[in-house]
């Protein structure tokens, strides 16, 4: 089976404040496979964010190699990871962060206006239309509910066509009624697409829906340690 | 979606704010658009009506500007006069001798023609005399000559053309010497037509009137020249009006001096006038204030304007050189100072859209690492601010500018009334052309803070979760 996400002796840590500086992650290894769904548990200051944000390229490891459908980015330039993210990564945030200036439409459109740079309104729509937000595609990110933010915001993930779709705690600023379709829309939708989906979360019913579930504890060394 | 869009809808969302920096960059540039457009207007409205045709004007010896103003834009005040004989020095040897045996002159001056008469050829001296006013207007004492050989208009073709009426004569029978044609803006603003007479009131506007009046034969076209402005009498008869003769010394007293001032009947009105109702001034009692020439070749004008200017009574004044200078010297440099203040407005503006944006940066700090989640690269970013800038420098450019020309558009009526300067909507002066890449690289200059802060904005920590 093809690895979609290899995470092989990755450590990152941060400078503080107070000087010195303070591990957050130390993970020998870390596989997703094609199309796979994952559940990564971890408590809150786990480091689940920083490990999302290590494979998505927005952040360098400090060690070890991150490989996305076999490209190491941790050897990209910050201009290659760029490309990489724009291409490969899809990103769905607990706060949704849809930009405020721009329609639903125009959101979703965002998503692969950085790439390959084919702004495909067709396709823009359809991905619209699948998270049922149709009717509101000319509508701004103020006019429409935190369920339906949430929705613009996977179909904008979906736009670039991505290999892994990465989601940071997605439900956690919705009502829980909401917070069961959007997981039934984002597991859906990279089935459909055919994208490995690494979702991280503080919360074991949600994860408890996932066929895989890891513990971010057990796989990161500096959290087992203390 | 691609960049500019983006910068578009950033420019929109943030409406008030960009409205109000882009209103202010607007009013700096159409604030250098008026300036330039209000230069280009005076600087056209004096050079082309520095020469109606004529290439000298030659005047007592002074000042050449204040002999251009006078002689040529009927502004400033009256100057000296010369004696008519140095009028003649331009004229042929027939001419003089026609003159002198017509007015009554020293028999000598029929001796020769004139010092100046070769450089004259088939060009013109036209005398005039100047010193009386009807209401605010310049009286303009002259000869039908002026109407005959003066032209205006941008190639200097067009004939003085009359809205009504015709040019005056030296002599008609209905009104003997006293025929007088009034520019477009004399008889519009005095309210006067054919028929109508007038008393020239002497030396400023206010002053005493004559009591002898001239009547209106013809009303002008407007010419966009000085020329709108005047009331022009026939010299002949401004001559006889109150003390208009040069007092004579007793040597130079004409022989003829029997013949009474005016013949009593002249106020009988449906009386046929005739030619010797009145005594004619004899040429030693004719005094010019100035005279326009043209040499036969524009070539023998500098010559000409030498030989004039080394004797000791006239001078010749190129008026278009001396408007220039006049420009050179006052209005050129006040443009400047105008175009310094109204581009430091640009600048202030541009400061405006620097602070309207970096003021920003906090709100778009999570934009933009959105955006750099989204794939997009810190250039890319770097570049949306950069376009917001321009954005609003490309509009506050073409709003001023329009606004400007609209505003040159909607007092083109009264600038052409005032100036004869024809200006529309897409009048335009040459430096106007600077003004959009002058702008924009204000606008890029003011980006450079706000673009640096949106280039280093770091991603992580500001994706807020
Ligand atoms: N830019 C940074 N500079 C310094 N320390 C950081 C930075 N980003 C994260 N950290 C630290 O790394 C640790 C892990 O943070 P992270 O945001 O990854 O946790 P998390 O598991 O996502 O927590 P939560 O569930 O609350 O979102 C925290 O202790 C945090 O203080
Ligand atoms: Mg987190």
């Known amino acids: ?226 | 979606m691609n960049l500019i869009q983006i910068a578009w809808r950033n420019f929109c969302h943030r409406a008030l704010s960009s409205i109000l920096t882009t209103l202010s960059l607007s009013l700096g540039v159409g604030l250098v658009v008026l300036v330039l457009s209000v230069y280009g207007v005076i600087s056209e409205a004096f050079t082309r009506n520095a020469s109606v045709g004529y290439n000298l004007v030659v005047g007592p010896k002074g000042s050449p500007l204040q002999l251009t103003l006078n002689s040529v834009f009927y502004l400033s005040q009256p100057i000296e006069n010369l004696p008519y004989t140095e009028y003649l020095e331009f004229l042929s040897k027939e001419k003089r001798t026609e003159l002198v045996d017509r007015f009554r002159g020293d028999e000598s001056l029929k001796e020769r023609g004139g010092r100046y008469a070769p450089f004259i050829g088939d060009g013109y001296a036209i005398p005039l005399a100047l010193g009386d006013y009807f209401g605010e207007f310049r009286v303009v004492g002259t000869t039908p000559l002026f109407f005959e050989k003066l032209r205006h208009g941008p190639t200097l073709e067009q004939e003085f053309t009359f809205s009504i009426g015709r040019a005056f004569k030296e002599f008609s029978e209905e009104h003997s010497y006293f025929e007088a044609v009034v520019g477009s803006r004399v008889a519009k603003e005095m309210n006067v037509g054919i028929g109508d007479e007038f008393f020239p009131t002497h030396g400023d506007p206010t002053g005493h009137g004559h009591d002898l009046g001239f009547t209106i034969v013809g009303v002008m076209d407007p010419t966009g020249t000085p020329n709108d402005r005047a009331a022009f009498v026939n010299l002949e008869g401004f001559y006889l009006m109150d003390g208009h003769a040069k007092p004579l010394e007793e040597s130079d007293t004409p022989e003829e001096s029997e013949q009474s001032e005016a013949v009593e009947s002249a106020d009988v009105s449906d009386r046929v006038a005739k030619p010797d109702d009145y005594r004619l001034l004899s040429i030693a009692e004719r005094e010019v204030t100035s005279l326009l020439v043209r040499t036969e070749n524009i070539i023998f004008a500098p010559s000409m304007q030498n030989a004039i200017n080394e004797g000791f009574r006239a001078q010749a004044a190129a008026p278009v050189g001396e408007i220039n200078k006049l420009m050179g010297l006052i209005v050129g440099p006040l443009k400047n100072a105008m175009l310094i203040i109204t581009l430091i407005t640009c600048i202030v503006a541009a400061v405006g859209i620097l602070v309207a944006i970096y003021n920003s940066m906090n709100d778009r700090r999570r934009d933009i690492a959105v955006m750099r989640a989204l794939g997009a690269r810190r250039t890319t970013v770097t570049n949306i601010i950069i376009f917001e800038s321009l954005l609003v420098a490309v509009i506050g450019a073409v709003v001023g500018w329009v606004l400007a020309h609209a505003a040159i558009a909607a007092y083109s009526g009264t600038i052409e009334d005032q100036t004869g300067v024809q200006v529309g909507f897409l009048t335009t002066t040459g430096n106007e052309i600077w003004i959009l890449p002058l702008v924009v690289l204000l606008a890029l200059i003011a980006a450079l803070l706000p673009a640096w802060s949106a280039y280093r904005t770091d991603v992580g920590s500001n994706l807020s979760d």
């Open chain 1, 1 to 226: 089976m093809t690895k979609t996400l290899e995470i092989t002796d990755v450590t990152k840590s941060f400078p503080q404040p107070a000087g010195g500086s303070i591990q957050v992650l130390d993970i020998p290894k870390l596989v997703v496979n094609e199309g796979e769904q994952v559940a990564l548990i971890g408590q809150s200051g786990g480091g689940k964010t920083t490990l999302l944000h290590l494979i998505a390229g927005l952040l360098s490891a400090d060690g070890g190699s991150i490989s996305v459908d076999g490209i190491n980015l941790t050897k990209l330039s910050e201009q290659g990871r760029d490309r990489f993210r724009a291409h490969s990564i899809g990103y769905v945030f607990q706060t949704f962060n849809l930009l405020p200036a721009f329609t639903a439409l125009e959101n979703v459109r965002l998503g692969m206006t950085f790439g390959a740079g084919k702004a495909d309104n067709q396709r823009a729509r359809e991905l619209l239309n699948r998270v049922g937000l149709s009717e509101r595609e000319n509508y701004r990110p103020g006019q429409l509910s935190v369920g339906q933010q949430q929705r613009v915001a996977i179909a904008r993930a979906m736009a670039a066509k991505p290999r892994l779709l990465l989601a940071d705690e997605p439900t956690a600023n919705i009502d829980p009624k909401s917070a069961e379709s959007v997981l039934d829309l984002i597991g859906e939708s990279c089935r459909n697409e055919n994208i490995a989906l690494l979702m991280v979360t503080h919360d074991m019913q949600i994860a408890s829906r996932f066929g895989r579930t890891d513990r971010l504890d057990e796989i990161n060394l500096v959290v087992s340690k203390t």
